[in-house]
C-alpha cells in the first residue's frame, strides 16, 4: 500500500491545480481551448440530431433571456465565448450549456420554468457550471481514476483493494464532487441572475415547480444532484446577498423584460 499512496502522490503533484470562481481548489488537466473545441463539436452533432423549435417566438424569448445573463457576465467571460442559444424541440423540462459558450433549451422546459426569472435561473445555473470548469474537472477526475486503478493492478493490490478504490472513487470522490459542483453551479447563477436584473427569488420558485413535476427521487445520498428541497434550502441562505445584486442593477436600468407570447 505505501507504493500505491506514492504513485497517488506522485500522480497529484503532476496535473495542474486551479481555483474555481468559488474559490475552490479544482484539478484541470484538459486546456480551455481543448474543452470547447469538445463543447462546440457534441453542440453541433446535437444540432444536426435533435430538431431546433420551429416557433420563432420561442428561440426570441430564450435568446433574450441569454443576453442579460451574459451582459452580466464580466467582460473576460463574455468575450471568453461566443455564446449562443439554440431551443430544440423536445418535451423534458432540461437545458445545459456546454463548454465553448453553447447553450441549449429544451422547450419542454418552458412548462416548469413559467416566466422569464425562472428561465434565467437555469440558463445562469447552466453558465455557472462553464464558468467554473466543471465538464474539464469533471473529466480529469474520471481520467485520473482510471489511472488510479490501472496504476493499483499494475503494482498487484488485491481485488478487495481495487473494489474499495472503486467504491470510494464513485461513492466518496465522485458523487460528493457532482453535488459540490451543482451548489456551485446554483451560487454562481443565483449571482449572476440577480446581477442581469432578474429577480433571485424566482430560482427557489423554480426548483418547487421542478420538484412538483419530478416524479419520486432517488435518495439523495447516491444522486448526483442535490434534492430540489436541499437546493432550495442552500438558496435562500443565499437569498438576502442575491436580492441586494438585482435591486442595484433594476436601480441601474437592468429591467430584463423578455415575454414569451
Ligand atoms: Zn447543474
Redesign the pocket.
Known sequence: MRKLSAVCILLLSLVACNSSPLDRRQVLLYSDADMAQQGISAYREMQSEIPATNNSRELQYAQCVANYVVSALDPVDQSRFDWEVTVFDNEQANAFALPGGKIGVYNGLYGVAVNQHQLAAVMA??VG?VLANHSNERASQSALRNVGVAAAQILGASDTTLQVLDVGSRYGIFLPFNRT??SE?DAIGVALMAEAGFNPEESINLWMNMSADGGPRPPELLST?PSPSSRMAELRLLMSAANALSDSARSQGRNPDCVLN
Do not use: G, I, S, T
Request: hydrophobic share 15%; no cysteine.
Open positions: 445555473h447552466e457550471h459542483q451543482e453551479a444532484h
